[in-house]
């Protein structure tokens, strides 16, 4: 992340320095869809994030400037006031959320950049809203706890963003920590963080971007949500977290097949993030990766998120003798994630490559993945 660039860019839109707060992007390692159900999730922030440099102005305005997009908006603080351009409107969301909340905000100045690869599915927008979030708490010395700050990180992508997304991305760049993954019960919002260190134990994690981008907002997304919400309430549930596939078999009759495919998705992988939880604590990869290939066929045939290419990404990996390859995110695009021994990397990223390029005309993006800390001050 190129600080000198934010730094410089500031002082030439607004002739002022900055502060710097940054907050990064998130892989998950397994639990896909099961946020909104009250399940299990199990992400790290990673190296890559948002950085904004930020300043008070003493106006009642925002003026901000994207400097990626070398886009620049300016929007007040009242719910009239909602700006264009969709990149605005995260920081727009933020605010209104924190004075929803009784934040007492005022205008400020920032310019902004990230190096999270935007439709990856490494959650770009969750690094902007936490970013915000934390970076206008600790500048309005407002006391919001760190578990509100991603709930507001979240709300905004309800209300102002169209997406209605569960908790996990806000929370996993909010609470990262260095060499550890983050077990989060979304029903009780309890977490606990596991040592993850793969390179000490002889793999690399990777992951493979298809540069295929499929848009969430809209239907897919909400649809799937409504699927689970629908099969949750035929078993009494509030949630889909807890049920059982004997209960699923028992009403089988009562929903339809496709509802019946996403519930079925759903309660296996509840129980694939404990597993995987089980298997780290003994230092068993191998499992985690069984998991992990499990998780992707679920979330292709049952769940129906993913796309052409990500199976073909899958496929290559489980032939090259990955450990362990599935769609990460929302799914409709993005990348795969990949537990590689290292001494089949260089040969399965080699082959990845090739092979996705003869058949879709481009090559992958490949991205190391290193655990690291979440939402924090420069």
């Known amino acids: 992340m190129n600080v000198n660039l934010i730094n410089s860019k500031f002082e030439e839109k607004f002739s002022t320095k900055g502060e710097l707060f940054t907050s990064p992007g998130r892989i998950n390692l397994i ?29 009642d305005k925002v003026r901000a400037y994207a400097v990626d997009l070398d886009d620049y908006a300016e929007f ?20 209104r959320e924190i004075e929803k909340r009784g934040g007492k905000i005022a205008g400020f100045d920032t310019a902004f950049s990230g190096d999270v690869p935007l439709g990856a ?23 919001i706890d760190r578990f509100e700050l991603a709930r ?30 983050m ?18 134990h002889g793999y690399k994690l990777v992951l493979l971007d298809s540069v295929v981008k499929h848009e969430l907002v809209g239907s897919p997304y909400n649809d799937r949500r409504a699927s689970c919400e629908r099969v949750a309430a035929v078993l009494g549930q509030e949630f889909l977290r807890g049920a059982t596939m004997e209960q699923l078999e028992a009403i089988k009759d009562k929903i339809s097949e496709e509802d019946y495919m996403r519930a079925r998705y759903v309660i296996g992988e509840e129980q694939r993030v404990l597993d995987v939880c089980e298997a780290l604590k003994r230092d068993d990869y191998e499992t985690v990766g069984k998991r992990m290939y499990e998780t992707h066929w679920g979330m292709s045939k049952d769940y129906e998120v993913s796309c052409e290419e990500l199976d073909f990404l899958a496929t ?53 993945v290193v655990i690291s800390d979440g939402a924090r001050r420069l």
């Open 152 to 181: 507001i990180g979240q709300s905004t992508e309800h209300n102002y963003c169209g997406v209605k997304c569960g908790i996990m991305d806000q929370f996993a760049s909010v609470f990262g920590k260095a060499g550890h993954l």
């Open 316 to 368: 290559v990996a489980e032939e090259c003798g990955v450990t362990g390859s599935r769609i990460m995110g929302g799914g409709f695009g993005g990348c795969t994630i990949n537990l590689v021994k290292s001494e089949l990397y260089d040969g399965f990223i080699a082959t990845a490559k090739e092979r996705f390029n003869a058949k879709y005309g481009h090559e992958p993006k490949v991205y190391n």
């Open 183 to 200: 077990r989060l019960d979304c029903r009780s919002m309890e977490f606990e963080y596991f040592p993850f260190d793969p390179e000490q």
């Open 31 to 59: 639990g896909e869809h099961t946020d909104y159900n009250g399940g299990f999730v199990f992400p790290g922030a990673i190296d890559k994030g948002m950085v904004a440099a930020i300043k008070l102005n003493g106006t």
């Open 76 to 95: 007040g603080l009242n719910e009239e006031d909602a700006p264009a351009a969709s990149w605005a409107r995260y920081i727009f969301g933020v605010c």
């Open 121 to 143: 599915g490494m959650s770009s927008s969750a690094a902007l809203e936490s970013t915000f979030a934390n970076a206008l708490n600790e500048l309005f010395s407002l006391g």
